[in-house]
């Protein structure tokens, strides 16, 4: 990549659509733009100031190609921090591959994955954990997952890890004023101190990396399964989350014999949503096969979502469920739906409820819709019930890396502490854990550490 190079690219997703845009940014984009847009009026590009547009005509020589809408944009007010400007043509692939074309063509080179965001990064427009949360957005399917990167494009985060990062610079401070100079007239540190700050600065990363977890979960989708015996209507509600139908509901017993799985929205969470063959024991070698793979999706599973016929008493089938997902370790979520309330039994019902005791359920049918609402909002309150909006702070593989290195630093500067290891050797593993936050942030280790030292204390006095 060069700073000089002008580059290009289609800012719009691939396929039919009403609009397209043709981004260009670099010295040279706006006499690329001259070259292929006219504007109306005679005007000329390069009379046009930033935040302006121009309605105009897209010409090859003197082929005119589309009639569009040009933006320029002035370094350093542009999202690269250079000159840039955007081409709104006509959506489709054809037009808006001849205008990408065109401007290549007249100067531009095609963009390189990333190449804007990564040049308003190189400009100072944005920091890298802004510019990552910017990739963040984009694959973003949730809600939850767009609100935890529009927190750390804001910068949020670059704020929780600036504010940990500080208090170990500190805390260096602190020490190194004590080790090196400990006939003057500086605060004493204690192991106590480096334990209980220690402690306060692991908590804080502990707690984003556990927000880390369940914003991973969210981002990629919470593995769950739709379990039950045949014929209870797991595929029809697998057919309704999904709204059209994707598995086969049959009335006969043992239907469903591959794991279909299928992402699916409920509310602002994405489930990774399994319907998996019927749980019964069997002599049918297919089908057998079928109930093993359904045990093992099962124990991969975060979320289950048990089905019960309402309308018919438990059998021997359904209590084993029952007593299965009633003793499902404590990190797997478990949902009870009593199916078919449309033509349920009120006793049978009762069966079920005093069978499933304290576990979460709901009355569903899953054939008419009734209770769906239900069912989402307990999913939701499951996975962002508790979350506050800064609850998941970021979902991002590379921080994460970051955090968690700091925080193996941090535990074992603390152990290091218990064990009575010199302050000197635990200054190096809090200065490592910085060093990894600063990683995390992009930002270089500098000499603050060393101002940080003379700016607390009258070392000289
Ligand atoms: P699965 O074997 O658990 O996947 O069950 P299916 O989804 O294939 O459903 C079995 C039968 O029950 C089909 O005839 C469905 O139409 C019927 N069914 C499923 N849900 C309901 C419901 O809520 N109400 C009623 N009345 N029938 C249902």
Known sequence: MSMSDTICAIATAAGEGALSVVRISGEGALSVAEKVFSPFGGRAVADMSGYCC???????????IDDAVLTVFRAPHSYTGEDSAEISCHGGTYVTERIFRLCCKNGARPAERGEFTKLALINGKLSLTQAEAVADMISAQGELTMKAAGLARQGRLAQRIDGMKRRLTVLLGKIAAWVDYPDEDTP???????????????????ALSESY???ILLKKGIPAAIIGKPNVGKSTLMNLLLGYDRAIVTDRA????DIIEESVRVGDVVLRLADTAGMRKTDDEVEQIGVELAKKRLSESALLIAVFDGSAAPDEDDRRLISEISSADSSTNVLALIN?????EAGCVSEYERLLGGLATISVSAKVGDGQRELEQAIEQMYLGSGSEDGVLFVNERQKFCLDRALRYLEDARGGVQMGVTFDAIGVEISDAADALAELTGERITDSVVDEVFSKFCVGK
């Open 54 to 64: 121009a309605y105009g005509r897209v010409m090859d020589g003197s082929e005119r």
């Open 188 to 206: 004493e540190v204690t192991e106590e101190l480096l334990t209980s700050e220690l402690s306060e600065v692991i908590a804080e990363a502990k």
């Open 213 to 215: 977890d369940t914003g």
């Open 254 to 257: 043992g239907t469903t014999r």
């Open 340 to 344: 078919k309330s449309d033509i349920s």
